[in-house]
């Protein structure tokens, strides 16, 4: 009998979560040639406070706002649920919240142009690019972190590339209104970064619209193919448009350019 590796969207059709899966050999359900077996690969997560044993130093309490919480808990940890604190880090509050939006979106991830996955790792990813160069750039990092976090929302939402930058913007806009936390001239500036995103071709003087463009290529040029796939998506003066600004950002962040996928 054949066996498969499966733990893709057809383990969720089967109404079985990936954790009661895992290690177990099942019947595929969903085979259309005849009976086979998956086996799905997950994991047990590591304990998060394994047993103490008797070599098991005490943990000395850390002072702090919430010192009856945090008794194994580094402080710097503060993305840790309700310890978010808005007043030192404003986008972790979004943060918290993007990542909730989308691992609870019911979306059926295999349709659609992107995945849930890659849009998690993807946005996560254009952040930090983002306040690196913001930092290079004596731009400020947490304007520049919020819309990369932003910047394809509405891709990771509904799984479609169409028109995306504005609809972005438009849920963006949207959730400044309701979250808070910036100013209204801060609110453009995000707004104008995520607008502006996807016109890589294009190259303007204002440095809101040129980060955002930057952060997102150098971060979409560490997934395989991707050189390859922009070939086949745009037009050759546009693809060469990408190669340059690519070829740029590499140059400011002194990474060898080669001019091939990884
Ligand atoms: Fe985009
Ligand atoms: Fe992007």
């Given at each position: 009998?054949e066996q498969?590796?499966?733990a ?10 990936p954790k009661s ?8 359900p ?6 086979r077996?998956f086996?799905?690969?997950?994991a047990?997560?590591?304990t998060r ?26 402080d ?5 649920h309700?310890?978010i604190?808005p ?9 918290r919240?993007?990542a909730?939006?989308?691992l ?6 295999t349709?659609g142009?992107?995945?849930?996955l ?5 946005s ?10 913001a ?5 400020p990092?947490?304007?520049v972190?919020l819309a990369?976090l932003?910047h394809?929302?509405h ?13 972005s913007?438009e ?5 400044l ?6 100013s ?16 890589k071709?294009?190259t ?26 922009y070939?086949?998506q ?5 693809f ?5 600004r690519?070829?740029?950002?590499y ?12």
């Amino acid at each position: 009998m054949e066996q498969i590796i499966f733990a893709g969207p057809r383990t969720r059709k089967s109404g079985l979560s990936p954790k009661s899966l895992m290690g177990h050999v099942f019947d595929d359900p969903f085979s259309s040639t005849g009976p086979r077996k998956f086996i799905c690969p997950f994991a047990l997560p590591p304990t998060r406070n394994p047993p103490p044993t008797e070599n098991t130093k005490p943990i000395t309490p850390p002072q702090g706002k919430y010192p009856e919480r945090r008794t194994a808990m580094p402080d710097y940890h503060h993305y840790k649920h309700d310890m978010i604190d808005p007043k030192t880090d404003r986008v972790a509050v979004y943060e918290r919240h993007v990542a909730d939006l989308l691992l609870n979106n019911k979306l059926d991830d295999t349709r659609g142009n992107s995945s849930l996955l890659f849009e998690l790792k993807h946005s996560h990813g254009a952040v930090q690019f983002g306040r690196i160069l913001a930092r290079k750039r004596n731009l400020p990092s947490d304007i520049v972190a919020l819309a990369m976090l932003l910047h394809d929302i509405h891709v990771g939402l509904t799984g479609c590339y169409k028109n995306h930058a504005a609809r972005s913007a438009e849920i963006a806009s949207e959730m400044l209104n309701e979250l808070g936390l910036f100013s209204d001239t801060e609110r453009e500036q995000i707004i104008k970064i995520i607008a502006n995103h996807s016109d890589k071709h294009i190259t303007s003087t204002d440095p809101f619209c040129e980060i955002g463009k930057d952060a997102d290529i150098v971060d979409c040029f560490l997934y395989p193919n991707v050189i390859a796939g922009y070939k086949f998506q745009k037009t050759p003066e546009m693809f060469d448009k990408y190669i340059e600004r690519a070829r740029r950002v590499y140059d400011e962040l002194g990474i060898p350019w080669t001019g091939e996928d990884i």
